[in-house]
């Protein structure tokens, strides 16, 4: 059983900052595409920003200019820069690591943007 664990959520004023962390086994993080995802109540989980094995990088349109998605791969770390929080970012985040038919969830971590 892979397993991903994220830190770092919490609460933030609109305008702060958060950064949030993900580790996994090394495996993970030579072979796989990995991505944070997000899910607000009552909504669907949609792709936040994701990172090829080689660090490219693909962002949700809303996030764009304020996250920054990175990868350590010899540090076993995925990290989600969030910069500019808007209330509209509140959600549960969860990295994901995908690999041909493979694909493996972390338990998520709260991100509450209020005033």
């Not at 899910?39 to 996030?63: C, F, I, K, M």
């Not at 764009?64 to 989600?80: E, H």
Request: with cysteine; hydrophobic share 35%.
């Amino acid at each position: 059983q892979v397993q991903l664990v994220e830190s770092g959520g919490g609460l933030a004023q609109p305008g702060g900052s958060l950064r949030l962390s993900c580790t996994g086994p090394s495996a993970i993080f030579h072979l796989y595409q990995l991505a944070w995802y997000r899910q607000a109540p009552g909504s669907q989980r949609e792709l936040v920003a994701g990172t090829t094995r080689n660090g490219s990088a693909n962002y949700l349109d809303s996030v764009a200019g304020r996250f920054v998605i990175s990868r350590d791969n010899p540090g076993k770390t995925l990290s989600l820069q969030m910069n500019n929080l808007k209330p509209e970012d509140t959600a549960v985040y969860y990295c994901k690591a995908t690999w041909s038919v493979h694909e493996f969830w972390g338990q998520g971590t709260q991100v509450t943007v209020s005033s």
